[in-house]
């Protein structure tokens, strides 16, 4: 108990302008509680007599739980604005603690599901609804729009790249995308030319044939034979490239700006 | 050497009266007599020295139990239910075989990896849990007779034995390298012929009682009827040994009860037709090896194709014939024709 007390007690003493924290820290919850048994049990006192006194052995104590490392229970919010994957505003959602204090109630998000908030939050419009496919489809959007999707090529056959191409490509990174739900630049990519290798372009995927996203694709020349293999880049994937088509800017622009 | 001292000294009488068992000599021992003496008195101390282990291999147990478990269970995973999804959140996707070939020759098609006659391998893995629960399967060395025919590379040389010269020539159309009666037992047992240059040894048991004296030469590769090298029909024997799958199942180092059978079904330019009754024919070899007891024996069935690093599901369950006594009557009934789990 007194090591968490001065855990708390010691920043205040520290920092003289405390005012500026939301809450005074001295009202934050201490979590104290032990659950312990007796491991030896006092003795049982004679009906109607004085309770017997307790010996030395009988303050000795086992630990059942200790309520410091317990898990959060989920805690109930209601959301003051759009939240992406979670609701829309006046939406009740049941959030994990840390997430919920940390996304949610610090950025002014949410609050907490209170009667009184309930009471406030029962009739708020609701505008500009989103809805997606399914409840995994932003999550996977968000992940595939930060990739960049290596397309290994041959260096030696000419090729013209096709949506099949892109498909096989997200597969060996162990992502389903069907190849209908690829939609490759109208202009034609065409190879083996190594003046395109290492430059990036945009495909567009949509997902339950209703959301669409861009995902960057990067181009890459591979030989069969091993001498005449290009030197394989250690993290390729950090380092932007050069776009194929200078028009994809702005959509290079949007997706950084994402990330 | 008593014998000599008195020899030597004839005048010492009154001493040896006195004294007639003390040994006495005035000359000195062989030269390094007391060393070797001395030196077998002393016992070697053999100073072990403490031999160096890498760091990373100092603390094996820890290692081995930090080590992913072989046996994959997805079946806790959900069934993924969007068009575009990550596969490691779901379960892996059952191919079937047709489109898992097909799915491989993308990536080898020359637009990609431009090998397009790769091989195609089957990997089969096993449960070796045996019929006690501190018993494994022992690992097993096989060729699984394919209806299919492909170049696999290995030098396969079969000399067969036979009393009869039909039988003989029936072995030598099929593709065994030689074959002969008692008279080649004669030329091997002089030395004529050496059989290290023949990796199966073949026979009809008609020959059997001469070929005993060769069991000391031949040791494990004596023909059996097990290993399937003793048999009537030779032509069969010799197809089975000269075109078809040779596999092993190989038990985990740790892993005792995974087993891995790792073998190439045909290449990727094959009919997918022919690569799947290809396939159909190593589950149902491998499949014979199931040990008496409950469970399944094979786990999971993937197929693999180099330089590719992807692997494919496919459902082995479809070319398993199930041996419940009630449908074996039944088949009994329709006839044979229709057992063939294809």
Known sequence: MWKSLIRTITPLSKTTNCLLSAETSIQQQLRTTFILKRRINPPLSKKGGPPKKLRTRNYLYELVKDTNCDKQANIDLILTSYVDGLGNVG????????????????????????????????????????????????????????????????????????????????????????????????????????????????????????????????????????????????????????????????????????? | MFSIVSKLRPNNSFFSLTKTFIPERNYAARKGTRERKQKKKTKKEVEVKAKFIPHNQRNKDALLAARPILKVDDSARPLPFDDVYIMKYYRWKVYPFHEAVESHRQTHHPDMYNEPNSHLLARIELNMQGEKATRFVEDFSRIAAIPHKFEHGDERAIIAFSKTASVRQEALDAGAQLAGGVDLIKQIQNGGVSLQNFQYIIAHPDILPELVPLRGVMKRRFPNPKMGTLAVDLTGVTERLLHGISYSAKKDEHEKDFGLVEAVVGTLDMDSRCLEENFAALVQDVYRMKPKREGTFISRCLLVSPPSSEKFKVDHELYIEVKDDNTQKDVEDDGEGERVAL
């Open chain 1, 91 to 259: 939406d009740r959602v049941s959030v994990k603690s840390y997430q919920a204090y940390d996304q949610l109630l610090l950025p002014g998000l949410a609050v907490y599901a209170t009667p009184e908030n309930l009471e406030k939050y029962k009739d708020v419009e609701v505008k500009d609804m989103k809805v997606y496919s399914s409840s995994t489809a932003l999550g996977v959007m968000q992940v595939l729009s930060k990739i960049t999707l290596s397309v290994v090529m041959n260096k030696d056959s000419p090729w013209t790249i096709q949506p099949w191409h892109i498909s096989a490509s997200f597969r060996k990174c162990c992502y389903m995308v069907p190849e209908y739900a690829i939609s490759i630049p109208e202009k034609p990519i065409k190879g083996p030319n190594l003046d395109i290798e290492g430059k990036e372009f945009y495909i567009t995927v949509t997902i339950n044939k209703t959301e669409q996203f861009k995902v960057r694709c990067r181009i890459h020349h591979w030989s069969t034979n091993i001498r005449e293999r290009l030197p394989y880049e250690e993290g390729f994937w950090k380092v932007p490239g050069e776009l194929l088509f200078p028009e994809d800017e702005e959509i290079a622009k949007a997706q950084s700006q994402n990330k």
